[in-house]
Nanobody, 125 residues
C-alpha cells in the first residue's frame, strides 16, 4: 500500500524554523519526483519545492527561494523540507506528494499520483 506520512509541523514565531518530514513507502520513493505543496485558508494550493529522489534535482517556488531547502534521505525513504526565516504568510497546511507523471509539472498538484494527509504550519508575528 502506498503511503506518504508527513510530520514536523507546528507553531513558530516569525523568523523561526521548522523541518517537515515525509516518509514514503519504497514503491513511491524510488527514482521519482516528490514535492511539498501548501494551502493557506482562502488561497489556491501552491507548489513549494520539489526534488528528484535519484538525481537530486530541485525546484522551488519564488516565494521560498533562499529560505526553504528540500532534501532526501534514500536510506530512510524520506524527503525533508527545512524551512528557515519563516513568515506569517507561510502559514498553511503542507502536503507531501509523490510520483510525478511523465511530462507533468512539479507545480501542478494533479500531476502527482500520491498525496499525504498534510501537516499544519502556523507562523505568528
Amino acid at each position: 500500500q502506498v503511503q506518504l506520512v508527513e510530520s514536523g509541523g507546528g507553531s513558530v514565531q516569525a523568523g523561526g524554523s521548522l523541518r517537515l518530514s515525509c516518509a514514503a513507502s519504497r514503491d513511491t520513493y524510488t527514482n521519482t519526483w516528490m514535492a511539498w505543496f501548501r494551502r493557506a485558508p482562502g488561497k489556491e494550493r501552491e507548489g513549494v519545492a520539489a526534488i528528484q529522489t535519484y538525481f537530486i534535482w530541485t525546484r522551488y517556488a519564488d516565494s521560498v527561494k533562499g529560505r526553504f531547502t528540500i532534501s532526501r534521505d534514500n536510506a530512510e525513504n524520506t524527503v525533508y523540507l527545512q524551512m528557515n526565516s519563516l513568515k506569517p504568510e507561510d502559514t498553511a497546511m503542507y502536503y507531501c506528494v509523490a510520483n510525478l507523471r511523465d511530462e507533468g509539472h512539479w507545480f501542478n498538484w494533479s500531476d502527482f499520483a500520491y498525496w499525504g494527509q498534510g501537516t499544519q504550519v502556523t507562523v505568528s508575528t
